[in-house]
């Protein structure tokens, strides 16, 4: 069964200094992984898929298939990036939607 | 509407009680999927419906959990006997598909079982 990981429940870094979620899954096919956004008080969204290798909100986030992850970087962290933040991974098959235990990203003045 | 509706926003139940949660994905949306999220546990999945396909209910915790998904729209999440462990946001998303479309979630209801 597929699983993802997020290993740091608690992340906080100041303002202006870069900062990397981490991500890792195990699952035996070709996953599609996706990076989730929840802000205080608002409804979970999408921030970036990797299949689309997009820059949002000057988020990146690379699979790399060797070593099972999808860590999501900024290079500037910025105060309204606080926020938690969850992995997910869908199975190729179209099957559910597995998401990680999330990392709560505090960034400071 | 535009988004996915959830209702009630939040529910107060005494431990024992059955309760009804209801979400209203967005329209034309084939797949649907309910979510739990507690303190520090993250999103654990419950259930997911997709189409006419046979829902995959491996998330459920226990028989006291079900849930069904009427015309292939709304979704109701039935817990009975409530325990005190249910309390937690209770969040419903929706999808166009199946391959790589992104989930829109409900404002969520949050149970509290007393």
């Known amino acids: 069964a597929q699983r993802v990981t997020q290993p740091e429940k608690l992340l906080s870094v100041f303002k202006g200094a870069p900062v990397e979620l981490k991500c890792n899954y195990s699952y035996s096919g070709s996953p599609e992984l996706f990076w989730y956004v929840q802000y205080s008080r608002q409804r979970l969204q999408l921030l970036l898929r990797h299949i689309s290798r997009e820059s949002i909100k000057g988020f990146t986030a690379d699979l790399n298939k060797g070593e099972t992850s999808f860590h999501l970087k900024k290079p500037f962290a910025q105060e309204e990036d606080s926020a938690m933040y969850y992995c997910a991974l869908r199975e190729t098959s179209g099957s559910r939607l597995t998401f990680g235990e999330g990392t709560q990203l505090t960034v400071n003045p | 509407g535009a988004g996915v509706s959830q209702s009630p926003s939040n529910k107060v139940t005494e431990k024992g009680k059955d309760v009804e949660l209801r979400c209203d994905p967005i329209?034309?949306?084939?797949?649907l999927y309910w979510y739990r999220q507690s303190l520090g546990q993250g999103l654990e999945f419950l259930i997911y419906f997709q189409g006419n396909s046979a829902p995959d209910k491996s998330g459920l915790p226990s028989d006291r959990f079900s849930a069904e998904r009427t015309g292939g729209s709304v979704s109701t999440l039935t817990i009975q006997r409530t325990q005190q462990e249910d309390s937690a946001v209770y969040l419903c998303?929706?999808?166009?598909?199946?391959?790589?479309?992104?989930?829109?979630f409900g404002q969520g209801t949050r149970l509290t079982v007393v």
């Open positions: 329209s034309g949306h084939t797949a």
């Open positions: 998303a929706s999808t166009l598909g199946q391959w790589n479309t992104e989930a829109f």
